[in-house]
């Protein structure tokens, strides 16, 4: 077997396409779109090459056919924020062979280490955690969510053998758009708009102003945690920008205590329904086929991206009145029967509370691992939000 780096057109094909070996008979499977994978890898497109490095391998079997695939990067403005200098890896593909796995895993803690890490974490994105972000452990009888891992299940004993440990685990959620909100959301409903509490959905014409409240939330929200940098008034444009494109106004909500941003509850059509019909691939004919299944409303599931209440307004109840909203809009337009809810870890009890109060179901469950590559630092779980 042989590790190549991929530096050619016919590299990266091969990166690209060596997913299907894995999964041409899984009927679950539904290709990334291949030009997203792309943007990832390309500097001029993403800004993580800013403050960081990457580099993609295929490897071959002696007859020369890819049989796997990873990428490695560093994002120093990540790895700064750990106890340990700390690396990444993704895009890990590998037939079912114990020692093709250990050959990619082993390029990655080379490249890693030759760099000035002491530990690396995977499967994760060179970007944000909102895509490509942990190996799946549960439900593998279902397909991914729009930019989510799928994997075989035997990878997690890859990962098991070589030394890899759960940093967090993370959960996805299922409910029924029309599961009514609980009494308690309901009273504290009204209990919340009597104090100055109230929800909008986005208006699109107003794109910068509710990306402005978004960032406003947000690193109020997050802030403390390890890892999390403060956002910027040009990255929350940028992602809304991103998702102009598929925003649907009406399920995406913003709480405010009188005019001040408090929370948010964004969610956009769960568009692997519709992908699976590029076949990956989101050429003009890809994009054809994909505006033509969505015009026939094919979408039934909605698909919650980010959810999330400042810190001084935690514990009021603001999720349930973003619920209780909700479902005024949503359920009497019949437009969406179901919503998975994006993947929450498992340190952040807080939001595990909340989605306990929602009554939803566990769907599915990722891990994030991570390998301590100077062995004699210990290795902790990841912090807990408090």
């Not at 990166?15 to 299907?20: D, I, N, Q, T, Y």
């Not at 894995?22 to 290709?31: F, G, Q, R, S, T």
Request: proline residues 5%; contains cysteine.
């Amino acid at each position: 077997m042989q590790i190549i780096e991929v530096k050619t057109n016919h590299h990266e094909e091969d990166f690209l396409e060596m997913p299907r070996l894995i999964y041409k008979n899984d009927p679950n499977w539904i290709p990334h779109i291949r030009q997203d994978i792309q943007k990832i890898f390309d500097p001029k497109k993403n800004k993580f090459f800013r403050y960081g490095e990457a580099t993609r391998f295929i490897l071959k079997d002696d007859s020369g056919k890819t049989i796997g695939r990873v990428a490695t990067f560093i994002n120093r403005r990540l790895s700064d924020t750990f106890k340990q200098p700390t690396g990444g890896f993704g895009f890990f593909e590998c037939i079912d062979d114990a020692n093709a796995a250990k050959m990619l895993f082993d390029k990655c803690a080379q490249w890693n280490v030759e760099r000035g890490m002491k530990a690396m974490d995977g499967p994760i994105n060179f970007g944000e955690k909102d895509q490509f972000w942990g190996l799946m452990i549960t439900n593998f009888e279902s397909p991914a969510t729009y930019g989510m891992n799928y994997n075989p299940s035997y990878y997690r004993k890859f990962f098991d053998d070589y030394g890899f440990k759960t940093y967090y685990e993370q959960y996805c959620y299922y409910r029924p758009v029309y599961l009514p909100a609980q009494e308690i959301f309901i009273r504290k409903s009204k209990s919340l708009n009597e104090q100055g509490y109230s929800v909008r959905c986005l208006d699109p014409k107003k794109l910068d102003k509710f990306a402005e409240d978004f960032r406003t939330i947000y690193n109020n929200a997050w802030g403390g945690h390890a890892g999390f940098k403060p956002m910027e008034s040009a990255q929350a444009k940028n992602i809304m920008q991103k998702l102009k494109p598929v925003l649907d106004p009406d399920i995406v909500y913003f709480a405010y205590h009188h005019e001040t941003p408090v929370g948010f509850y964004i969610s956009i059509p769960e568009l692997n329904s519709l992908f699976k019909y590029v076949n990956g691939n989101l050429n003009w004919w890809g994009k054809v086929k994909f505006m033509y299944h969505k015009l026939r409303g094919e979408c039934k599931t909605m698909y919650s991206i980010v959810f999330g209440v400042a810190k001084e307004h935690q514990g009021k109840g603001i999720e349930g009145l973003m619920i209780k909203y909700a479902e005024t809009v949503v359920y009497p337009k019949k437009k969406y029967l179901h919503v998975i809810l994006t993947w929450i870890g498992d340190f952040n009890p807080k939001m595990l509370k909340v989605i306990d109060n929602l009554e939803c179901t566990k769907w599915r469950t990722y891990i994030t691992c991570r390998k301590m590559l100077d062995e004699s630092i210990p290795f902790e779980r990841a912090p807990i939000i408090e």
